[in-house]
């Protein structure tokens, strides 16, 4: 039983008779809003679904998607979550499985089929849900993750989208709003305002609409810029939970370097943290780390992939120790994938991968995907003299645009390869589908079943070993980097704009940066 709903008081997660509930577990990510590098496909998820149904005809197509939902989380998920000792789940959903966009503002009862389904497993093994929309009508962020096409952000620029987003809302508030064991809702995943007033405006509105539908669920507030920066916010919302995204360039493939357990490294993990909670604890406000964690690497890719795999470990652990000895709410991302950062994924032997191994290895040679890509291979001769062309005809006073993190190749690169060559590659890519039977397309799907998935075990070890911990354990002695701000950095965080971020500069490359031209990018609004 349910010890009634969830709400906050001060900084803490507390159940109706006031006990705190530290919240932990993982999200389900590339479930209901599936992902190029998570599921193996180039673009976004629109895209392919678009194209897998002028290659399977509807039955078909309505046949294996069914089964793909139902297959991705079934009872023995729940349990595996249940016994690592999680006691959260957030549920990543894209808009279109409840609207479409030729009949806006007509909810889709059928959307709600694998939604409900998975909400009564968790509660049948004691584990909160929280609702994340990840993708928006237009697009609340620049990319494939809001299942965006275009790199644009139409969300901000018009009211229409942020109208069906409200109504939706309001839908699903109505729905659960008598349910306990969700936890929350998260409004919006990863929302990217280059105005900012704007982010600030539609939580205005927003957070009265719901309540005035279900007063009592914890509404998870997401920072600007990809949930992380608040600089711009002046106010708490009552009975919100304010979510940050935490991410570490030490943790992904050719950034910001590898983790040694370097005295700076670590200063730099621990800046990171206290840079994006720094809202929440001037305002006395729960923290909730919505997605945080590494690339590992493979062995068929990288020859060294053991010991990178440690670095990696070693660093989320140092991660995990803040956050246990801070007492926030995390879920780390995600739950399963096809071996890139899940805590299950897809084996090679799969029905998967045998049928869409060639592309998916065409797919990271190219380094299409925007995230867990490697393209130092594409460098010399090819993206390198192409970045090198940019800088040299951009002046430097222009060479930033928003999201101002995304250095300037970045912002290339997405374009060219993460958008058009994608586009390219979608139809090729539909076609491994061609003349399926139902039988094939059913064994497709199972490949994403529990058991016929594989455990990384280091990282379920590590879970499971800071799940249920709590601030003060002896087993954090000698972990927990500690904070270490100076004024300087006080005074620079207090002028913060929207040009920080996952991939921020490492100190040596900060050196670097600082002996050019300083780029100022536009101030926050207040």
């Known amino acids: 039983m349910s010890k009634g709903f969830l709400r906050t008081s001060g900084t803490n997660i507390v159940d109706a008779e006031g006990n705190t509930v530290l919240l932990r577990g993982t999200t389900l990510g590339g479930w209901m809003l599936m992902e190029n590098f998570m599921n193996g496909f180039p673009g976004r998820e629109h895209q392919i679904r678009n194209a897998l149904l002028k290659v399977l005809g509807q039955e078909k197509y309505d046949f294996f998607f069914d089964r793909f939902l139902e297959y991705f989380f079934m009872e023995k998920d729940a349990q595996f979550l249940s016994s690592l000792g999680f006691n959260c789940l957030r549920l990543s959903f894209n808009y279109r499985h409840f609207e479409d966009d030729m009949n806006p503002f007509v909810i889709k009862e059928e959307g709600f089929k694998h939604l409900d389904r998975v909400i009564e497993l968790c509660t049948k093994y004691k584990i909160y849900t929280i609702l994340d929309l990840h993708a928006a009508p237009g697009g609340q962020n620049q990319d494939w993750?809001?299942?965006?096409?275009?790199?644009?952000?139409?969300?901000?620029?018009?009211?229409?989208?942020?109208?069906?987003?409200?109504?939706?809302?309001?839908?699903?508030?109505?729905?659960?709003?008598?349910?306990?064991?969700?936890?929350?809702?998260?409004?919006?995943?990863?929302?990217?305002?280059?105005?900012?007033?704007?982010?600030?405006?539609?939580?205005?509105?927003?957070?009265?609409?719901?309540?005035?539908?279900?007063?009592?669920?914890?509404?998870?507030?997401?920072?600007?810029?990809?949930?992380?920066?608040?600089?711009?916010?002046?106010?708490?919302?009552?009975?919100?939970?304010?979510?940050?995204?935490?991410?570490?360039?030490?943790?992904?493939?050719?950034?910001?370097?590898?983790?040694?357990?370097?005295?700076?490294?670590?200063?730099?993990?621990?800046?990171?943290?206290?840079?994006?909670?720094?809202?929440?604890?001037?305002?006395?406000?729960?923290?909730?780390?919505?997605?945080?964690?590494?690339?590992?690497?493979?062995?068929?890719?990288?020859?060294?992939?053991?010991?990178?795999?440690?670095?990696?470990?070693?660093?989320?652990?140092?991660?995990?120790?803040?956050?246990?000895?801070?007492?926030?709410?995390?879920?780390?991302?995600?739950?399963?994938?096809?071996?890139?950062?899940?805590?299950?994924?897809?084996?090679?032997?799969?029905?998967?991968?045998?049928?869409?191994?060639?592309?998916?290895?065409?797919?990271?040679?190219?380094?299409?995907?925007?995230?867990?890509?490697?393209?130092?291979?594409?460098?010399?001769?090819?993206?390198?003299?192409?970045?090198?062309?940019?800088?040299?005809?951009?002046?430097?006073?222009?060479?930033?645009?928003?999201?101002?993190?995304?250095?300037?190749?970045?912002?290339?690169?997405?374009?060219?390869?993460?958008?058009?060559?994608?586009?390219?590659?979608?139809?090729?890519?539909?076609d491994y589908f061609k003349g399926k039977t139902f039988e094939e397309l059913d064994e497709l799907a199972a490949s994403w079943k529990y058991e016929n998935c594989r455990q990384r075990e280091r990282l379920n070890q590590l879970l499971s070993l800071y799940a249920p911990m709590r601030a003060g354990d002896e087993r954090l002695q000698g972990k927990v980097i500690e904070s270490a701000v100076d004024d300087a950095s006080e005074a620079q965080g207090q002028q913060t704009t929207s040009g920080v971020g996952v991939f921020e500069l490492a100190p040596d490359e900060k050196k670097a940066r600082e002996s050019h031209v300083t780029v100022q990018p536009v101030a926050v609004a207040s």
């Not at 430097?396 to 190749?409: D, G, I, L, N, T």
Request: proline residues 6%.
């Open 145 to 430: 993750h809001s299942d965006n096409p275009t790199g644009y952000a139409a969300f901000w620029d018009h009211k229409h989208f942020q109208d069906r987003v409200v109504n939706l809302w309001k839908v699903i508030a109505q729905r659960y709003k008598s349910n306990p064991w969700v936890a929350g809702y998260n409004p919006l995943n990863e929302p990217a305002d280059v105005e900012w007033s704007r982010l600030l405006s539609f939580y205005d509105r927003i957070v009265p609409e719901i309540r005035a539908v279900d007063p009592n669920h914890i509404l998870f507030l997401e920072g600007n810029t990809f949930s992380m920066d608040f600089s711009g916010f002046d106010k708490v919302f009552p009975n919100a939970v304010y979510a940050i995204h935490d991410y570490c360039g030490f943790g992904f493939p050719n950034r910001i370097g590898r983790y040694q357990g370097l005295k700076e490294q670590d200063a730099y993990i621990r800046k990171m943290y206290d840079r994006k909670v720094e809202f929440m604890k001037k305002h006395n406000v729960p923290v909730w780390n919505g997605e945080f964690g590494p690339i590992y690497e493979r062995e068929e890719f990288n020859p060294d992939w053991k010991v990178h795999n440690d670095e990696r470990y070693n660093m989320l652990d140092k991660q995990m120790a803040i956050y246990t000895s801070e007492s926030i709410a995390w879920s780390i991302w995600a739950y399963k994938d096809i071996n890139v950062m899940g805590m299950m994924y897809v084996p090679e032997d799969s029905a998967w991968f045998k049928l869409l191994g060639p592309i998916i290895r065409k797919k990271r040679d190219l380094a299409v995907d925007s995230w867990a890509y490697d393209d130092a291979h594409l460098q010399p001769g090819l993206f390198g003299p192409l970045h090198k062309w940019f800088e040299d005809n951009v002046p430097a006073q222009y060479s930033k645009k928003y999201p101002w993190q995304w250095r300037m190749h970045m912002h290339v690169f997405r374009g060219i390869r993460g958008i058009t060559m994608a586009e390219y590659m979608i139809p090729e890519w539909a």
